[in-house]
């Protein structure tokens, strides 16, 4: 991946400065070894077998898979028989800035907010396309693929409008079969901006309630409507993410990392975000070895 956005430090996969979406074909003949990415990363398999294994299992693969990963999943590719996986690659910060808008659309926001973290996905979301769905997903990563190299300055429209075609034409299969089309209560992406907004805060049920001035139990109900969970358990998921953000790239002590997003007892901090990755914090850290950043690093 020489000519490529995307550098490896240790088992980490990151962008290079000023790239915030990439998409190319990769071949595995054999395996892909484990390794975490500081982006989102949809998988689309067009060609060959083999196996996946994540945080969230194993998963066989046959063309017309798509996988997404949010950032800090861990994954490998294993029992590959010429395994081609078209790529999709895109950075939080895109998320979060020119993408805030998926947040409060039905389907854009379960495919990328809620639905990778409800019903145990521990980040990862699959998904398969068939014939026509898988076609029109090739050409939307075409389109993207063809702006490589492109100006971003001149071009990020472009790549922004590709990736949500691509995006959308995912979402549209998931939603398949699902109660996804009601559009989300206001309130419950008002809670979901408070949380994500403070995830240090000592937050409770009755606190959250309090400042959206609804009772906590009709708090809930439009919280699992909307995302298949309950506002705790999302604040849960967006806490352990932040967690593994810094195990990556600062040198924090994992008690501190722990009180800094909001869960000082270190015992239970460590419960939370095993129960999440499959790993503990230290292992996290110590696999997916990169070198480390001073706290006031990228």
């Keep these: 991946m020489a000519d490529e956005p995307v550098r490896t430090r240790g088992t980490l996969l990151h962008f290079v400065e000023g790239t915030i979406v990439h998409a190319g074909p990769h071949l595995h003949v054999d395996s892909h070894p484990l390794h975490t990415h500081s982006f989102f ?45 078209y790529n999709c690659c895109f950075s939080a910060d895109l998320v979060r800035r020119e993408l805030a808008w998926t947040r409060e659309d039905p389907l854009l926001g379960y495919l990328l907010w809620t639905g990778p973290f409800s ?34 300055g001149l071009h990020r429209g472009d790549l922004i409008g590709w990736l949500s075609l691509y995006l959308s034409c995912l979402a549209r299969k998931v939603a398949e079969g699902d109660d996804l089309r ?77 009180e800094s997003v909001g869960w000082p007892d270190q015992n239970y901090f460590a419960r939370r975000f095993k129960s999440h990755f499959g790993l503990s914090a230290s292992t996290y850290r110590q696999r997916f070895n990169t070198p480390k950043l001073s706290p006031s690093g990228s």
């Design 41 to 85: 990363e949809v998988a689309l398999v067009i060609g060959g077998e083999g196996v996946h294994h994540s945080q969230a299992g194993r998963q066989r693969l046959e063309p017309g898979d798509a996988i997404l990963l949010r950032p800090g999943v861990w994954h490998e590719y294993e029992q590959c028989v010429n395994l081609e996986v």
């Design 119 to 152: 019903e145990q996905r521990r980040g990862v979301l699959s998904t398969h396309l068939d014939g026509d769905t898988f076609i029109e997903a090739r050409r939307h990563l075409d389109g993207l693929r063809s702006l490589r190299g492109r100006p971003l």
């Design 182 to 258: 009601a559009q989300t209560h206001p309130a419950v992406l008002d809670a979901m901006r408070l949380l994500e907004a403070d995830p240090a805060r000592p937050w409770t049920l009755t606190d959250l309630a309090q400042a959206l001035h609804l009772a906590p139990g009709y708090l809930v109900r439009l919280f699992k409507s909307a995302t298949g969970m309950p506002p705790m358990a999302y604040l849960s998921r967006h806490r352990v993410e932040l967690a593994a953000v810094q195990l990556l790239h600062t040198d924090l002590p994992v008690s501190r990392i722990g």
